[in-house]
């Protein structure tokens, strides 16, 4: 099956400066590979997602970059702000039905002020 | 619109007993996934219901069991607790079969069993 591995697993930042986050993963038909944040109390939320047919995608201040040759996926957070501290996850699935989703193990990123 | 409501938020068992958490998915959501989440182990895929049928399973032993209701709903249950069944269980619903059409997660039934 599906193993994705996910790094650094934290991740300390000044704030207004970028943090990325890797995700590497193995089997080579997933296609679908979308980044959640968990903040404290709550559950993942989707916050950017990428297609294997695109490259990069931007979000105002998020991007995800993918590598399908090298299995690789980025999240670049810019201009880092204090609410931008949670727990990031990566995943990857294949893009039909009754495909689970694989997560990384997380990355907990703090913005120091 | 509402989000995915779990209930209950918090639960505390003794090893030996059982528990039922549940899920309402978003309305006009039919797929419902379980999902366990643990310091160690990440998250961990449980289960997923569409049409009330189990249409995939995780690598859990039997005493993880679920089902879905009509209107979708979704409950879980664990049988004979083990101290390792502590964790943060999650539910994620989605329009369809798949999770490539986006999962929205609620907030989680954090279980402690002593």
């Known amino acids: 099956g599906e193993n994705v591995e996910q790094h650094p697993s934290t991740l300390s930042v000044q704030e207004g400066d970028s943090a990325v986050i890797k995700c590497t993963y193995s089997d080579s038909a997933s296609n679908y590979f979308p980044w959640y944040k968990q903040e404290l109390g709550k559950g993942p939320q989707l916050i950017i997602d990428?297609?294997?047919?695109?490259g990069e995608k931007k979000d105002q201040r998020i991007a995800v970059t993918l590598n399908k040759t090298a299995k690789h996926f980025s999240l670049h957070i810019t201009e880092t702000q204090p609410e931008d501290s949670a727990v990031y996850f990566c995943?990857?699935?294949?893009?039909?039905?009754?495909?689970?989703?694989?997560f990384g193990t997380g990355t907990r990123l703090t913005i120091i002020p | 619109k509402a989000g995915v409501t779990q209930t209950p938020r918090y639960l505390i068992k003794t090893r030996g007993q059982q528990v039922t958490l549940s899920c309402s998915p978003i309305s006009g959501h039919r797929s419902v996934s379980w999902y366990q989440q643990t310091p160690g182990q990440g998250l961990q895929f449980l289960f997923e219901?569409?049409?009330?049928?189990?249409?995939n399973k995780g690598n859990f032993p039997g005493r993880f069991s679920g089902r879905q209701f009509s209107n979708s709903r979704s409950e879980m249950n664990v049988s004979t607790l083990e101290l390792g069944d502590s964790a943060l269980y999650l539910c994620a619903s989605s329009l369809t079969l798949g999770q490539n059409y986006g999962y929205t997660f609620g907030s989680g039934t954090r279980l402690t069993v002593v």
């Open positions: 219901y569409f049409s009330e049928t189990q249409r």
């Open positions: 990428i297609r294997s047919n695109v």
């Open positions: 995943a990857a699935s294949k893009n039909f039905g009754n495909e689970k989703l694989t």
